[in-house]
């Protein structure tokens, strides 16, 4: 699979079970490898490099969060570094600069709009859902005015795979060398 979206949830290593998670499908949201355990997000690198080595190609993309600059300075190491996600407005700036802009970052606005726009995929039956995101939906309810997982549940897969389709939103990259991308095909969106 060449035009594989994935997304990639980094464990923040907090008291609760706070779970690395892989989520990678393919522009037809078809669930193409999912991964989820708590791991060291340094060694997650390892997991996108086997799952990259198996053939599955695509977008890679991190969220930021407080373990981010782990996983963004060990994935230097891999030939596979150059695909992580870059912020569509960020395309134009010095590739110099690029380093610190590969990242997904989930805010007061891109949240509600990548779960709302989850759940209509989910609600419509246009997303293959897998046991561990039908778990988690489940548990998925709106607490203090934010939807977030209940008491004791989490909700990693659930804002992963949230996250995955927003990828999908993103260009389709046609060809790339090493330090930039040499075409992007933006007409092959999902919405």
Not at 16 to 23: E, L, P, Q, T
Not at 86 to 96: A, G, M, R, V, Y
Not at 141 to 163: F, G, L, R
Request: aromatic share 14%; charged share 30%.
């Amino acid at each position: 699979t060449e035009n594989a979206m994935y997304w990639i949830d980094l464990s923040e290593w907090l008291e609760h079970w706070d779970y690395s998670v892989i989520r990678v499908r393919d522009r037809y949201l078809k669930l193409i490898a999912t991964y989820r355990w708590i791991q060291d997000p340094a060694d997650v690198t390892k997991i996108v490099n086997y799952l990259r080595e198996s053939w599955i190609k695509g977008i890679i993309a991190p969220e930021r969060n407080n373990h981010w600059h782990t996983f963004i300075h060990a994935a230097k190491s891999f030939s596979w570094y150059n695909r992580l996600y870059i912020p569509k407005e960020d395309k134009s700036d010095d590739p110099n600069d690029r380093n610190w802009q590969r990242w997904w970052l989930t805010n007061l606005v891109t949240r509600p709009m990548m779960l709302d726009e989850h759940k209509e995929l989910i609600k419509n039956k246009q997303l293959e859902m897998d046991e561990e995101l039908q778990k988690e939906c489940y548990t998925f309810i709106i607490k203090n005015s934010k939807p977030q997982a209940d008491d004791s549940c989490n909700d990693d897969v659930v804002m992963a795979d949230a996250i995955c389709c927003q990828m999908l939103k993103t260009p389709q990259y046609n060809s790339w060398n090493k330090t930039q991308v040499i075409s992007v095909n933006y007409d092959d969106e999902l919405y």
